[in-house]
Structures are given as structure tokens and as C-alpha cells.
């Protein structure tokens, strides 16, 4: 039988970082909370032990305020591993060891893992590990996670632990006078009847009812109505009680009794510091500046704007050959693929269409090396605590910039784990706002088209017009977020409290891990998803085929522009290869028949069924600068962002006669008469903020508990999005731009 062991502790505790060097698994590290939301699961194998892992989520309680403690305990409940790790931090060993406590309130059988004891050395804490053992009465064992020390001897002890026949005892601490003698009450009473000890042990059911815990008193009413009654009335007498005597309530007491009681133990030997506890630490010092409340913001903006200077300074030569390769692969099938459908589907559809999206992989690669730098090294930690005031202004709290950042608040996440970040947020009303929101950000999905419009129209500036983009992303998704905080999602924000984690050197390994994890899914996608997309686009840009009729007539214009010319002169043009100097009179000619291609390639491209929509859509969008051609590939991005660069390389592609010939979008698009960098800004804040491709959509929809919100995130940013991009081009053309 397998033994299942699960990793608790706080976050920022390294408990993912354990996970990866258990298990060989490549997860995401990251140092702030709400990374990991679900449990992850894996396999140890050492010296003859086999132990099943689970990495919970990070969470500070047992008590179910958050979906991530709701996720944690439903798994201790349900699921019942025979050992729990609990990783602590051990230069945070007080605020740590709340949460063992409850582990060992709850009668799980626990194994202490003391971790980041080289940090704890380095800021002159020693830790008597086998003290604090027999203190608290299970093995603790020093590991640093991210080297991997100590990780052996601790799944020995965890492994020896699971293998014990006796039952580990809950813990029992006194809460003063008041709250025993109601707890001692309420736990004969659910020893006599019975009162959820099939989940749960009977001292802790009754000190959740103290708490407040909203799990237990709704199943409480649920199964026993009149037990849960009579409980909630104990509850509110011994609140008043306590109220009007000391003038707190049972949770805050409990909560100062369980710091006393870890107190109690510390002062006994456990931590001795060779230092001033008062001097600062390395990242005390670099906080004093990074997050100063005037420099801080203005260092945040210009790493900002070093990251965009980075990426496209050094990703410009290898989107060139990426350009040039797709751009080679289209001139090979055209060359050795006969004319018709065949040619059309490989060339327009798949190379173009998802060459347009691969193109940007070398960007894309570096963009994700930065951030997994900043990550890695904490300094995103800085960002949350900094935009904390900020946000708070606009009615949200500063856990939500961690779903703004994971979703693109950088540029090159993804909003659907943003969305689901957003578990981490405990008011409905500041994670409803949260979740409409996150979409707002410039995602992975949108960095191609931003890279297309910047690099077509405003390449002198590049990384500057990147920075302004992003700017304008944060700042619509905060205004939005105080109008929904006004009007549909009233009420007061929560305070935030978070830990600043120490600053780490990142790992050249964990950097490459990071970037090529990311950039894997990215081409992956276009692969799969972003190909098959393009090749149903393909189709509705295809079919249906132009009327015979009209067919026809085209080719009596072709005939007879030939017959107006000397019969030598069309022989001339149809001998002719690309090494081949041609006549005025044939190069006339040339020029004439494909003005006549041109005009029914567009023609078949208006007749087939995108072109429909596209050209319904124009009466309206027009006002926008939109023609046609963009409107397919706007249609096209609500299933995924990506493919509205694919789709403009498709519709183009389609467009043009002789393939061979034609350049890459970028420079078809600088040389079409219907765009300029006036209609280039009012597509890129149209696409910022339309709406939220399928995925995001679901996810919202999954996340909030109900469609309605799935359906006013599509209807509510298409609409806004409009307005703005109708507002950016008619002001700019009013101004002559």
C-alpha cells in the first residue's frame, strides 16, 4: 500500500521548492502567495521508500477563510495522508509555527521540515532542532529545499512516522477560563451525539465553532440543525462574555494563546542569536530603497522599461530569421505545390498562419526569461506590497496585483491562471472585481499583435511604445475596477497583510526551467489549438467559392487584356522565370493581369464567409479605422488571441496573387492604403480590452459560480473596448493624425 505523505506551511515557505527536489518535478516557483492553488502530486523513491506526495496549497490557517485553506483541509479531511510535512520557515520560526499547531490540534501525524536554515545563519539564528523535537512531541529535521540538503533524512523520519501503529493525539492548549469551559461543554455534547466525528476530532469541531468557521457552522445546520443552534448560541453567549469583560472575541483569543503557547516554547532554548536582533538584514537594507514610497514606484517603472529594452533589443535578429524561415517555407510549397485548393491550405493557412504566431518566439523567449528573473529573485514580492496603496484607491487589495501580474501585468502571462490566482483573495466583492479585470492585461496571447503593431508602425520606439501599452493595460483595468467597485460590486476593501520574502540569486537552471517551460506552452499552442483554429478560418476565408459567373468574367478580362497586346508579348511573359529580364511591353502586361487577380481574390475573399461577417461588421467598425479584413481576424480572436495575428496573415495572404512575391505581413500591412499607425493604436486598444478569449471566459464563469459574469465580461469589454478604439481614431483623424 502506498503511503501518502502531503506538504503544508505557509507561503513563501519553500514548500513547492521541496516539492521539485522530492519529486523531480518542474513546477512553477514563485515568491509570492498564490501560486499554487491545486494540490500537485508526485512520487519519492529512496533507499526502498516509495511515498505518494501532494504539495497543498501555502496557507497561513486551517480556519477556511480562503479557497486555498478550503482546498488544504478538504484534502486533510477527505483524503486522510498518513503523514503531513509541514515546511517552516526558520528564520520566521513564531509566525511558522502557528499553523503546526493546528496540524497538531487536528491529530494529523506531523513532521516538521526546518527549512532555509542557511538563511536563518546567515542573519545569526541557531535553531536547536532536537529541543523543539521533544518540545513539541514529532521529528523536525534542518533541509535547505533549494539545494536539497536534509531532504532524505526528513522522508525517513516522515516515512518511520507513517509506519507508527499509535495514533498521534491531538493537541490540547488552554483558551482561559472562559473559552475551556465552553469548549469542555460543547465537546460532551458532540461526544453524545455524535456531532461530526466521523470528520473531524471532537475538540476541533468545537473550537471552529469559536472561530467562526463558515465550513463547519453551514454542514453543522445542514446535519444537525438543532445541535448547530444550541452550539451557536454557547458561541455568541461567551462573545458578549468576553466583549464587554476584555473587550475581545473568542478568534482573537484563540489566536493570542496559540502565539503564547509557541512563545512558551521558543523561550526555552530554542533560538539563540548570535547577533543585534535589531540590524538590518541584506534584504531589510534593499527594501529601504527598492520599496521607498517615492522611489520605489519610479525603480518599478524603469525595471519596467528595462525588461522591454532587454526583450526586443535582443530578440530583433532572431525574429528576423524566424521571419525569414516561414517566409522561405511559404516560397518552397508554392514553388512545388500545383495551383488550387491544395497550395492555398498549406501556404495561406497553415505556414502563414501559424508562421505569424512562431514568428515571435525568440520575443516571446525573452520576455519570459526577465520576468522568471524577476520572479526568482523576489523583487515581484516589492511590486504587490508597493501597488497595494495604490489599488486600494481603486477598491481592491493588494493580493490582486499577483493575478494582474501572473495574467500579463508585465506582459507575456496568460488571464486564466490569473483568474485563478484569484482564489487567493477572501472578500467575494475585491475577487469578483479582481476576476472581471485580470483580462484587461497585456497576456502571451497579445504580446504578437502588439509586437506586429509596434514593430510595423512605431519601430523606432519600441520599447517605449511596449511601456506606454502596458501603462494604458493597468490603468484601464484599475479604472474599471473602481466603476464595477461603485456600482455592481459595491463595498469596503480589506486590509493587506503579506510577507516580504528575503531576496534569492536565481539559479541559471531555474531561469532555463521557467523560460522554456512557458515558451513550450506558447509554441505548443500554436500548434494544436492555434492550428486548427487557422485552418478552420482558412475554410470560412474560403468557401464558399466565387459564382461560376463570375469566375467567368474575370477570365474574359484576363483574355482580353492579352489580345490587346502582339500575340509575342503574352508567349514572352508565360516563358519568363524570376531570372528572367522582361520587356516593357510584358512587364505592362503583367501588371495589368494581376491588377485583374488582385480584384477577384478580393472578390472571393468578400464572397466566402468570413468575408461576409467582415464586411457586415464594416458599417460599424469603420468608426474605428477597422476594415474588413481586421474584422475576420477580431472574429477570430475571441477564440484566441494569437490568431488574430494568424488570421491578418491568412486574410493577406489569401489577398495576394502571386505568393512568391509577396512580404511578410508587416511590410504588407506599412504598405496597404487602409492602415496607418493612427488605425495600428486604435486596433491595440481594442484588443487590449475586448473580449476575453473562450478560455478566460469559462474559467471566469467557473471561478464566480455562474454564467451571468462569463457573459458580462464578453459583453461589457467588447463594448468599452469599442468606445475607446472609436474614441482613439476619431479624435486622431480630427487632429490630422
Known amino acids: 500500500m502506498e503511503t501518502t505523505v502531503a506538504l503544508g506551511g505557509n507561503p513563501n515557505s519553500g514548500k513547492t521548492t521541496l516539492f521539485n527536489a522530492l519529486t523531480g518535478a518542474r513546477q512553477h516557483v514563485g515568491n509570492y502567495p498564490g501560486v499554487t492553488v491545486e494540490k500537485k502530486e508526485g512520487t519519492y523513491v529512496h533507499n526502498g521508500y516509495k511515498l505518494h506526495i501532494v504539495d497543498l496549497p501555502g496557507t497561513y490557517s486551517l480556519t477556511a477563510y480562503s479557497v486555498e485553506e478550503v482546498v488544504a483541509r478538504d484534502f486533510l479531511v477527505n483524503e486522510k495522508p498518513e503523514v503531513i510535512i509541514n515546511i517552516v520557515d526558520a528564520s520566521n520560526l513564531e509566525r511558522n509555527l502557528y499553523l503546526t499547531l493546528q496540524f497538531l490540534e487536528r491529530g494529523i501525524p506531523t513532521c516538521i521540515a526546518l527549512n532555509m536554515i542557511d538563511v536563518a545563519k546567515s542573519r545569526g539564528i541557531e535553531i536547536d532542532s532536537k529541543k523543539l523535537s521533544t518540545l513539541l512531541g514529532v521529528p523536525v529535521v534542518p533541509i535547505i529545499a533549494r539545494t536539497g540538503y536534509g531532504k532524505h533524512d526528513l522522508m525517513k523520519a516522515a516515512a518511520g512516522l507513517a509506519m507508527k501503529k499509535n495514533k498521534t493525539a491531538p493537541l490540547k492548549i488552554s483558551y482561559g477560563d472562559d473559552l475551556d469551559r465552553t469548549l469542555l461543554e460543547m465537546e460532551k455534547e458532540i461526544e453524545k451525539k455524535s456531532f461530526l466525528t466521523d470528520m473531524y476530532p471532537l475538540r476541533w469541531t468545537a473550537l471552529k465553532y469559536l472561530e467562526n468557521d463558515e465550513l463547519i457552522l453551514s454542514r453543522g445546520r445542514k446535519e444537525y440543525p438543532d445541535m448547530a443552534e444550541k452550539f451557536e448560541k454557547m458561541v455568541e453567549d461567551v462573545s458578549v462574555h468576553l466583549h464587554e469583560t476584555m473587550d475581545i472575541y473568542p478568534e482573537a483569543m484563540i489566536a493570542d494563546y496559540r502565539y503564547g503557547y509557541i512563545s512558551s516554547i521558543l523561550r526555552q532554548g530554542i533560538i539563540h542569536r548570535r547577533d543585534d536582533q535589531n540590524r538590518l538584514y541584506a534584504s531589510d537594507k534593499i527594501d529601504r530603497i527598492l520599496t521607498n514610497r517615492f522611489l520605489g514606484p519610479l525603480i518599478m517603472l524603469l525595471v519596467l522599461m528595462g525588461l522591454y529594452k532587454f526583450t526586443f533589443t535582443y530578440s530583433e535578429v532572431p525574429v528576423i530569421w524566424f521571419e525569414r524561415l516561414f517566409g522561405w517555407l511559404s516560397d518552397l510549397a508554392s514553388a512545388n505545390l500545383p495551383d488550387g485548393l491544395l497550395r492555398s491550405l498549406i501556404v495561406s493557412g497553415v505556414i502563414d498562419g501559424v508562421g505569424g504566431v512562431l514568428g515571435f518566439v525568440p520575443l516571446i523567449m525573452f520576455m519570459f526569461f526577465g520576468i522568471a528573473l524577476l520572479e526568482d529573485s523576489g523583487y515581484f514580492a516589492r511590486v504587490a506590497f508597493m501597488m497595494d496603496r495604490i489599488f486600494m484607491i481603486f477598491g481592491l487589495h493588494g493580493s490582486s496585483v499577483m493575478p494582474y501580474v501572473i495574467s500579463g501585468g508585465i506582459a507575456g502571462g496568460c488571464a486564466v491562471p490569473g483568474v485563478m490566482a484569484a482564489r487567493t483573495l477572501k472578500s467575494p466583492r475585491e475577487r469578483m472585481a479582481t476576476l472581471l479585470t485580470v483580462p484587461f492585461m497585456n497576456c502571451g496571447a497579445k504580446l504578437p499583435i502588439l509586437a506586429l503593431m509596434i514593430g510595423t508602425f512605431f519601430a523606432k520606439e519600441r520599447a517605449l511604445f511596449m511601456f506606454i501599452f502596458t501603462l494604458i493595460s493597468w490603468t484601464g483595468a484599475l479604472l474599471v475596477a473602481k466603476f464595477l467597485r461603485m456600482t455592481v460590486i459595491k463595498g469596503p476593501p480589506t486590509p493587506f497583510v503579506m510577507e516580504l520574502p528575503p531576496y534569492r540569486l536565481p539559479t541559471f537552471k531555474g531561469l532555463a526551467i521557467h523560460t522554456w517551460e512557458r515558451t513550450w506552452q506558447y509554441i505548443k499552442k500554436a500548434g494544436t489549438v492555434i492550428l486548427g483554429i487557422s ?80 464586411t457586415f461588421l464594416e458599417n460599424m467598425t469603420q468608426l474605428a479605422g477597422f476594415d474588413w479584413r481586421t474584422n475576420i481576424a477580431l472574429v477570430g480572436g475571441f477564440a484566441a488571441k494569437e490568431v488574430i495575428v494568424s488570421t491578418l496573415g491568412t486574410a493577406y495572404s489569401m489577398g495576394q496573387v502571386d505568393p512568391e512575391e509577396s512580404g511578410s505581413l508587416s511590410d504588407t500591412l506599412a504598405g496597404s492604403p487602409n492602415w496607418r499607425p493612427l488605425v495600428a493604436l486604435s486596433l491595440v486598444i481594442f484588443i487590449m480590452f475586448y473580449t476575453p478569449c473562450f478560455v478566460t471566459v469559462v474559467c471566469i464563469a467557473k471561478e464566480a459560480g455562474s454564467w451571468k459574469w462569463g457573459a458580462f465580461s464578453m459583453m461589457f469589454n467588447t463594448v468599452l473596448a469599442f468606445a475607446l478604439a472609436v474614441l482613439v481614431f476619431q479624435v486622431g483623424s480630427l487632429m490630422g493624425y
Not at 545 to 556: G, H, I, V
Not at 566 to 582: F, G, I, Q
Not at 603 to 608: F, G, K, Q
Open 535 to 614: 485552418v478552420i478560418i482558412w475554410a470560412m476565408m474560403t468557401f464558399p467559392r466565387l459564382p461560376d459567373s463570375e469566375t467567368q468574367a474575370y477570365e474574359k478580362q484576363r483574355e482580353a487584356v492579352k489580345t490587346a497586346v502582339s500575340s509575342s508579348v503574352p508567349r514572352e511573359l508565360e516563358s519568363a522565370n524570376k531570372e528572367t529580364s522582361l520587356s516593357p511591353d510584358a512587364r505592362n502586361l503583367k501588371d495589368r493581369l494581376s491588377t485583374v487577380d488582385s480584384a477577384e481574390a478580393e472578390a472571393s475573399l468578400r464572397n466566402s464567409v468570413a468575408g461576409r461577417i467582415g
